[in-house]
Each structure stands twice: as C-alpha cells, then as structure tokens.
DNA sequence: TCTGGGGTCCTAGGACCC
DNA sequence: TCTGGGGTCCTAGGACCC
C-alpha cells in the first residue's frame, strides 16, 4: 500500500505558523513578480479567488474582503518541506519526495497494521512537530492514493485520512471522480475524452486498451492499470539527478538597455551554474533566449540561442561567458523585453569530463574558484562575491513587495520571532 | 516496369506534473 | 502598470547506418 501526504493550501499554511493572525482571515501567495494566485487559504477560495489567476485586476476585491496577499517566499517554504518530510521518515524508510508538498510513503514495512490509526498519526505528528495540516490517502498504487488523497480533502467526513482498500470502496471512489481529477490527465486529454463521452475515472476503466494506447500514450494506459489495482508507476525512493536545469524570470520593468540584460543573462547562468554543483552535474548545452511581453499589444518576439559547449562545465565563468555569447548573437535593440532566461542541458557527472583536444580551459582553477565562491555565499548570502556584471539588479529584479520574513533560515529574521 | 528490411539517433512539439 | 517557474516523458519524422 501507497500513502500520498500532503500539505493543504501548503504556500499559506507556511505563512501562518509565523503569523498566527491568519488564522481564519483570506490568505494569498502570488507568484514571482506578484503575478498569479498560486495558494489560497480555504478563505480565499470561499471567495471565489480561482488558482494561477492574474492578481492585477482582482486589486480592488482584494480590498474589499481585506484579503492578506504574500509574495513567495521559496526559502521558507523549501526549508518547512524538508522538516516536514523529516517526520514523514518516522513512519517509513520507503518515501518518494514527490513535491515541495507532497510525498508517497511505501506501507509495506510499517509497524501500524491498521492503516486508519496510521493515517491519522501521520496526520497529527506533522500538526504537533510543524504545525501545518496534511491530508493522507491511501491506496494500492500510487494513482489510487492520489485519488484517495484529494477525497480526503474534499469530503469533511473523513477528517483529512481516507483509505481505498476494499474493492468496493474503489469502485465508488472511481465512480465519483471525474476524470480531469485524475492524476495524469491534464486539459487536453480531458477535453478529448469528454468528446468521447469519459467522464469518470471508473468509465476510463471501460475503455481497451489498444484504444488507449493508440489515442493517447503508454502512460495513460499505465494510469490505467494502477486504477485497476495493479502498480506500475514505481516509487523512486532517490532522488534522479536532474537532465535539464533552468533559470528563467520576468523582469519587475520592462528593459529595453542590453546592459541590464547582460546582467539579468549573467545572474541566471549563475544560478545555473550553482545548481549544477550541488547535484554534481556539468553540462554540455546552454540555451539563452530572451522575449518580450506577450500580453502587450506589441507583437510579440522570442529569441533563443542554442550553444554546445565543447567541454561540458559547470563554471560560473564559462557558463556566463556562454551564455553572454548567445544572448549577444540574438540581442535587437529595437524590442522591449519582458523576461529572460538561461537553461542548461545535456547534463552528465562532474566526476568525468571529457576534456577537448585543443581546448586549454584551466579546469581545476575554475573548479577552485567555483568552491570558494559558493563557500563563502553560503556562509554570508546569495551573491556577496560575483561577477561586476552581474551588476545590482535594480533595473530588472522581481517585483516582490509583500514578503516575508525568512523565518528559518536566516538569522535577523530567526532574532524577530523569538522577541 | 521494377526499387528491402531493420535498425539508431536526434529534434521539435506536445502532453503532463507541481 | 500589473499575467510564474521549473521540470519530465512520449511521439513522429527525418537523418543516418548496414
């Protein structure tokens, strides 16, 4: 058996351990640049405030119903995850770190017989050691938990813990959920399996599956067979190295001086370059595209370039010398850009590099320079040593007016809570 | 007039997830 | 004025090989 935990209205209920005046009030968190509503308190969606709507033209109801709007905070909420998932670990060796906010618990090895008591340990452990709410569900793969996880949620009766174990309480199960509920079917393949008069996960069990596999892929007909009982999605219980790594923002203001997309351009192949060490990863291809607004009215433009680096690399210097290259070729100074971003790919171990025949790159300095430098960001803060062009970032930075504080991580904020 | 069979690799595009 | 960011996987089609 499989147990989805996850964290209800995660963003919000991370914002009122530190601010328990929240409690009961509409709650909100934007996305970067406080674009979209990406959390709502249970609150906030009695209001009627839709998830990834645009906040800009709800300002004014925002007003009106004195609803308490957050930019995100990733630092906070990626250091409540780990605690959460530190619990979590308690119950079960075998756990699949899913989301910032979900995780699937393998059952087999636990001490709990009976999986209700186990539900609702796990549920109350994470109330009492974190203090957010999580809802459990449980079933005999992964794709039943996640539907017992969202009835859990959705129906008040089952106090956030609902089981799927009996072959009849599947079958209602699959019978009341509808088949964009289902996880692994997303806008399209719903739309498509309505028209062909699908409209629950128990009626996508009727259909063959050559039918399946013909008009939609392998892994709906996977999904398919974990509705019926058999588990084919595995738990992955270590964490993949990642395959691609990007770094990708809108600007607070529109730029139109290449200057300040250098320094946007350079920050992000930074980041890049940083994330790629702490998975001990190189990369060998670097894309960098910058566009401009789509929304405007002006047409709109997205320009990329695409570079293969001869020795992959995870150096902040060769991956912003690269990345600056590209964005030279692609730069028109006639635009008015709106966002930028750098992705690296064709990521392989840093423990083997395939060095270049004519290639003189000072590998072990870089790989010097690159220790020292995050060691000593580590220990002060993002970006205390880094490139003059990188620049201050006050032409292009997010818009992030509402945070805040970083409560757990660092220390001046750490100081505010405790007084 | 007639023109095989069996592969691999790469890429772009489209679907999905949170 | 103002509309997020970061990933994965699959498929079809084109190029190549013998």
Redesign the pocket.
């Known amino acids: 058996m499989y147990a989805l935990v ?1 964290v209800n209205n995660f963003y919000v209920s991370c914002e009122k351990i530190f601010n328990p005046k929240l409690e009961g009030k509409p709650v909100i968190i934007l ?6 509503i ?1 959390s709502r308190s249970d609150e906030a969606k009695a209001l009627g405030l839709k998830m ?1 709507e ?4 709800k ?1 004014q109801y925002l007003k009106e119903n004195n609803v308490q709007v957050f930019s995100s905070n990733y630092a906070l909420y990626g250091d409540i995850s780990n605690r959460i998932i530190q619990v979590l670990k308690s119950f079960s060796p075998r756990i699949e770190i ?5 995780s699937f618990l393998e059952l087999s090895d636990s001490e709990f017989v009976d999986l209700g008591k186990l539900g609702n340990e796990i549920k109350k452990r994470i109330q009492r050691y974190i203090g957010v709410h999580v809802s459990v569900g449980i079933g005999k793969t992964k794709a039943l938990a ?1 539907i017992a996880n969202k009835i859990a949620k959705k129906e008040k009766q089952y106090n956030g813990v609902c089981i799927l174990n009996s072959n009849r309480d599947i079958d209602c199960a699959l019978r009341n959920t509808s088949i964009e509920d ?9 739309k498509f399996l309505k028209y062909n008069e699908i409209f629950t996960a128990h009626d996508f069990l009727t259909i063959n599956d050559n039918w399946i ?1 013909k008009n939609l ?3 709906s007909l996977r999904l398919k067979k974990e509705l019926q009982g058999t588990s084919c999605i595995p738990l992955e219980t270590i964490l ?11 600007f607070g ?2 730029v139109t001086n290449v200057k300040h997309l250098k320094e946007a351009v350079s920050t992000y192949a930074t ?1 890049c370059s940083e ?1 790629l060490r702490r998975q001990n990863s190189v990369a060998n291809i670097l894309t960098v595209f910058i566009h401009t ?1 789509p ?2 009215n002006d047409k709109y433009h997205y320009l990329s370039k ?1 570079i293969h680096l001869e020795v992959s690399t995870n150096s902040q210097m060769e991956l912003v010398k690269f990345a600056l290259k590209g964005l030279k070729k692609i730069y028109r100074n006639d635009l008015r850009y ?2 930028a ?1 750098v ?1 690296v790919s064709g990521l392989e171990s840093a423990n083997n590099i395939q060095k270049g025949l004519f290639n003189d790159t000072d590998i072990k300095a870089d790989k010097l320079l690159s220790e020292a430098t995050d060691y000593i960001n580590r220990k002060y803060g993002r970006d205390k040593i880094k490139l003059a062009i990188q620049g201050d970032g006050k032409e292009w930075k ?1 818009k992030q007016e509402m945070l805040s504080g970083k409560y757990t991580t660092q220390w001046s904020d750490i100081i505010k809570i405790k007084n």
């Open positions: 996850d996305s970067n640049n406080d674009g979209c990406i990834a645009p906040a800009f033209n300002k899913y989301s910032i906010d979900e996640k289902v996880w692994g079917i997303g806008r399209q393949y719903q596999r892929t392998v892994v993949p190295a990642k395959k691609a790594i990007a770094t990708t923002r809108g203001k529109i980041r994330k607004d929304f405007s695409t709106k966002k971003g992705i997010l």
